[in-house]
């Protein structure tokens, strides 16, 4: 039975992130490769951008390929970076026409040049769109976004364009990858695993968590309106004590 009508929907999380794991674990299950597990996880990213933007959800950060996962065999990176391509190829269409826009956060020159142009395309086909925001974290990792900023600053101040007093949040917030997109107000993370896994560091300090014991491959429209239901029931103080909210 579906919890959607429990949902308040003034007090959805604008910004929901996902860890998206235990693909590799539910195909061993199966007795099937780790990649089949991945490609069944593609049904579970549409069904949950869909329930998204039941709700009113307007960013849906995945994680869908950190930098760690290159050190994955061969066999099973090549099979993801194949399935990315297609994925976006067969699901563009429909993603467009509902109002979704496309967005990628990572370092994705170190992508196949074949998917580099189809994620080109699908974002620049979508990029008019404001329904929701499908944010693809695509070689990402956190420690690489923070050096990188790093760097960026660094640069800017040995250029004379900007002075170590500058550097407050809205300052750091413009060297992320996540420049332009609010934080997330809820991460949840699948397969019954609690780390974060080098996953938007900055952006989570005050970010609700959410941990379930289902496998991606599994994950279904329920699941995220559970998780939901679960951050309306706290109490988000941001330092305050709760007199101070009343």
């Not at 580099?116 to 990029?127: D, H």
């Not at 279904?220 to 305050?240: H, I, N, P, W």
Request: aromatic share 10%; glycine share 6%; net charge negative.
């Amino acid at each position: 039975m579906s919890t959607f009508p429990e949902i308040d929907l003034n007090n959805v999380p604008k910004h929901i992130a996902i860890i998206m794991d235990g693909n590799g674990r539910w195909a061993k299950k199966q007795g099937k490769v780790r990649l089949y597990g991945h490609s069944i996880g593609v049904e579970s990213v549409r069904g949950t951008l869909k329930a998204a933007q039941k709700m009113g959800v307007k960013y849906l950060t995945l994680y869908a390929f950190s930098t760690e996962n290159w050190n994955r065999p061969k066999e099973e990176v090549d099979g993801l970076m194949n399935l990315l391509a297609q994925t976006i190829v067969n699901e563009v269409d429909e993603l467009d026409e509902s109002g979704v826009r496309i967005m990628c956060v990572g370092n994705n020159s170190e992508l196949p040049e074949y998917c580099q142009n189809e994620l080109a395309a699908a974002m620049e086909r979508t990029k008019g769109n404001d329904n929701i925001h499908l944010v693809l974290a695509l070689n990402y990792s956190a420690r690489w976004e923070l050096k990188n900023a790093m760097k960026l600053f660094a640069q800017e101040y040995e250029e004379g364009r900007c002075q170590l007093e500058d550097l407050d949040d809205e300052k750091v917030h413009s060297y992320l990858a996540t420049k332009g997109i609010p934080d997330p107000e809820l991460l949840i993370r699948t397969s019954g695993e609690y780390r974060i896994s080098n996953f938007l560091l900055w952006q989570i300090a005050y970010t609700e968590f959410h941990f379930t014991d289902v496998l991606w491959p599994e994950f279904r429209d329920t699941d995220l309106y559970k998780a939901v239901l679960d951050y309306q029931s706290r109490e988000r103080r941001f330092g305050l004590v709760s007199e101070q909210l009343k």
